[in-house]
């Protein structure tokens, strides 16, 4: 994490896309957001951390980002953009950013006081920047808590999960070490989520290679577990090092696994990214097993009606045509041209200024998948 300014100049680039937009961001360094945080009625950088045509970065940037009620409440903040290119890079190096879109919220002296990953919708992140600016469950606030409470592992694992998102790993395995210490038995399920963290950052050593890894400890973990929320993570984990090896089939299985003991909150994001690597490696798995597909189809459907059932209360047109579209991407790929092609006119009908909706359409109408 930074702890101390530093001089790195970016601009924001990606402002060109939406001229409704209307905050005001800043176009100078991160040292000088972090001398100007100190004037403004948050006292805080708001740093998105953003990738160049990445779909649900834009999704962020043209709806959340946008919305006039957003707009007005980060004009409390000094808002700096984070691009994932080569300037950019040695800010999100910094933070150890990893997942975009991220917002971090960051003090004068460069400390992380929060973190806001993944598209988050505008109710939603309204709520977050209020909880935020009042002190509840920041970095901080948390480590006055459990200094208070030092037995109580659940609230240590809920450090552990916020400081790993806003990308202080070193912080965050200290605390683990402290929770497997207090119970080396794993009987609780904050202790047994540690450990499982322990064993994964094991397999992802940056210098170990996918064909390297070795899965057995995290087998042997997951074969004495009975809790579901451990198994989704451990068998989430497991399809992610299979599919880095590019074992499809071993990463299919541990996704199925993943998905019969999915907590109902996991179901969106997670949903998505199945339906994503789907569509990305569908001639493989059509080719490997025709019923791949079918599940991924099946969880993108259920993925696509969480999306539905949280427009109803936070309307986000960019977000549900986006998630339209990729789930009409799941449908085409598993020959359901002509839902594929419903799903996608209800997409353009809700997002009718979203460009890419209609090249797609157009790929498809010409026989491309």
Same mark, same amino acid.
């Given at each position: 994490?930074?702890? %101390?300014? !530093?001089? @790195?100049? +970016?601009?924001? #680039?990606?402002?060109?896309? &939406?001229?409704? $937009?209307? =905050?005001?961001?800043?176009?100078?360094?991160?040292? /000088?957001?972090?001398?100007?945080?100190?004037?403004?009625?948050?006292a805080m950088v708001l740093l998105y951390c953003w990738k160049d045509g990445h779909g649900v970065c834009m999704d962020m940037f043209q709806g959340t980002l946008a919305e006039k009620?957003?707009?007005?409440?980060? %004009?409390? +903040? @000094?808002?700096?953009? #984070?691009?994932?290119?080569?300037?950019?890079? =040695?800010? &999100?190096?910094k933070y150890g950013?990893?997942?975009?879109?991220?917002?971090? +919220?960051? %003090?004068?002296?460069?400390?992380?006081?929060?973190?806001?990953? /993944?598209?988050?919708?505008?109710?939603? !992140?309204?709520?977050? =920047?209020?909880?935020?600016?009042? /002190?509840?469950?920041?970095? /901080?606030? &948390?480590?006055? $808590?459990?200094?208070a409470a030092p037995q109580d592992l659940g609230l240590q694992m809920r450090l552990v999960r916020k400081l790993r998102t806003a990308g202080d790993k070193a912080g965050s395995l200290a605390v683990i070490d402290a929770i497997v210490a207090k119970d080396p038995k794993l009987a609780s399920e904050p202790a047994a989520e540690a450990m499982l963290l322990k064993l994964t950052d094991q397999i992802f050593k940056p210098e170990i290679t996918p064909a390297d890894y070795d899965l057995k400890p995290l087998r042997d973990f997951l074969g004495k577990q009975r809790n579901k929320n451990i198994l989704f993570l451990g068998y989430d984990r497991m399809a992610a090092a299979e599919y880095r090896r590019q074992n499809l089939k071993a990463a299919a299985e541990a996704a199925g696994k993943a998905w019969k003991n999915i907590p109902p909150d996991q179901v969106l994001a997670w949903g998505q990214g199945i339906a994503g690597k789907a569509y990305e490696n569908w001639q493989a798995l059509e080719k490997l097993n025709k019923e791949l597909l079918k599940q991924a189809l099946e969880i993108s459907k259920k993925a696509l009606e969480e999306v539905e059932k949280r427009h109803k209360t936070s309307p986000d047109n960019p977000f549900l045509g986006s998630a339209m579209y990729l789930h009409a991407a799941v449908q085409l790929v598993c020959n359901q041209r002509k839902e594929a092609f419903a799903t996608m006119d209800k997409a353009m009908a809700i997002d009718p200024n979203n460009e890419n909706l209609k090249k797609a359409k157009d790929r498809w109408l010409d026989g491309s998948k």
């Open positions: 994490m930074l702890r %101390a300014p !530093f001089a @790195v100049s +970016f601009l924001f #680039a990606c402002c060109h896309l &939406l001229p409704a $937009q209307s =905050i005001e961001w800043w176009q100078k360094d991160l040292d /000088g957001a972090l001398l100007a945080a100190k004037d403004k009625p948050a009620q957003v707009v007005t409440a980060a %004009a409390d +903040f @000094v808002c700096m953009g #984070a691009k994932d290119d080569e300037a950019g890079r =040695i800010v &999100l190096a950013i990893e997942q975009v879109p991220t917002v971090l +919220f960051l %003090a004068p002296d460069g400390s992380v006081v929060d973190v806001a990953p /993944g598209y988050v919708p505008v109710k939603e !992140f309204l709520a977050e =920047i209020a909880r935020i600016r009042a /002190g509840k469950d920041t970095v /901080g606030e &948390l480590k006055k $808590q459990i200094a």
